[in-house]
Nanobody
Framework: QVQLVESGGGLVQAGGSLRLSCAAS????????MGWYRQAPGKQRDLVAV???????HYADSVKGRFTISRDNAKNTTYLQMNSLKPEDTAVYYC???????????????WGQGTQVTVSS
């Protein structure tokens, strides 16, 4: 069993900052990509940022220059530092990780439960 537990969401005024964390636990042999997605009401879930196991990052155009993804491989944790937040960043943010649970096991995609981020104008 693998669990992803997110924390750090909340309510913030436009221009403010938040830092999200996502810790993976359970049966973990290795973790490939870790990423953050978000879903606003009535919209599809979209990629925000992703980071590979060696630290290569990719961002959605809408967050480039404002958000920073990082990871601590020793703690199986990824972080999303969000600065200069805008009302349009309001959404439920989900953590995703591609995890291999044993040496010969398959890589499976796991999701966190989601954390609400609300940016007021």
């Amino acid at each position: 069993q693998v669990q992803l537990v997110e924390s750090g969401g909340g309510l913030v005024q436009a221009g403010g900052s938040l830092r999200l964390s996502c810790a993976a636990s359970g049966s973990i042999f290795s973790i490939n990509d870790m990423g953050w997605y978000r879903q606003a009401p009535g919209k599809q879930r979209d990629l925000v940022a992703v980071i590979t196991s060696v630290g290569i990052t990719h961002y959605a155009d809408s967050v480039k220059g404002r958000f920073t993804i990082s990871r601590d491989n020793a703690k199986n944790t990824t972080y999303l530092q969000m600065n200069s937040l805008k009302p349009e960043d309001t959404a439920v943010y989900y953590c995703n990780a591609e995890i291999r649970s044993s040496r010969r096991g398959l890589v499976r995609s796991h999701w966190g439960q989601g954390t609400q981020v609300t940016v007021s104008s």
